[in-house]
Nanobody, 131 residues
Framework: QVHLVESGGGLVQPGGSLRLSCTVS????????IGWFRQAPGKGREGVAC????????YYPGSVKGRFTISRNNTANTVYLQMNSLKPEDTAVYYC????????????????????????WGQGTQVTVSS
């Protein structure tokens, strides 16, 4: 049975850091493209960090580049999102998701997984950046 479970969200002050974890079961994390996505109230979903299973390449949109880092621990079957220099506009629910390999990792972030459902998405964790 496939599960993706996010953890590590919370309340942090502007300029602070958080590390989110996505612990998976039922599949090998290194065999799939993995992405972190976020959705703020009233806004669309945004892919903020994606990691390719083919070549470990990464993609970040301009809104988070230089501040967020995605990484993977194959032994722990866990993917992380290190978020530094957080801003109030980073406030959102953050989700991890998997997909079969994309030709280019930015497609994972731009288009999202080509399948929906609990086998492909986690339930999300809230990140609030506020003083």
């Amino acid at each position: 049975q496939v599960h993706l479970v996010e953890s590590g969200g919370g309340l942090v002050q502007p300029g602070g850091s958080l590390r989110l974890s996505c612990t998976v079961s039922g599949f090998t994390v290194g065999h799939y493209d993995i992405g972190w996505f976020r959705q703020a109230p009233g806004k669309g979903r945004e892919g903020v960090a994606c990691l390719s299973s083919r070549d470990d390449s990464t993609y970040y949109p301009g809104s988070v580049k230089g501040r967020f880092t995605i990484s993977r621990n194959n032994t722990a079957n866990t993917v992380y999102l290190q978020m530094n220099s957080l801003k109030p506009e980073d406030t959102a629910v953050y989700y991890c998701a998997r997909d079969l390999p994309h030709p280019a990792v930015q497609n994972m972030c731009g288009l999202g997984p080509r399948r929906n459902g609990a086998d492909w998405w986690g339930q999300g964790t809230q990140v609030t950046v506020s003083s």
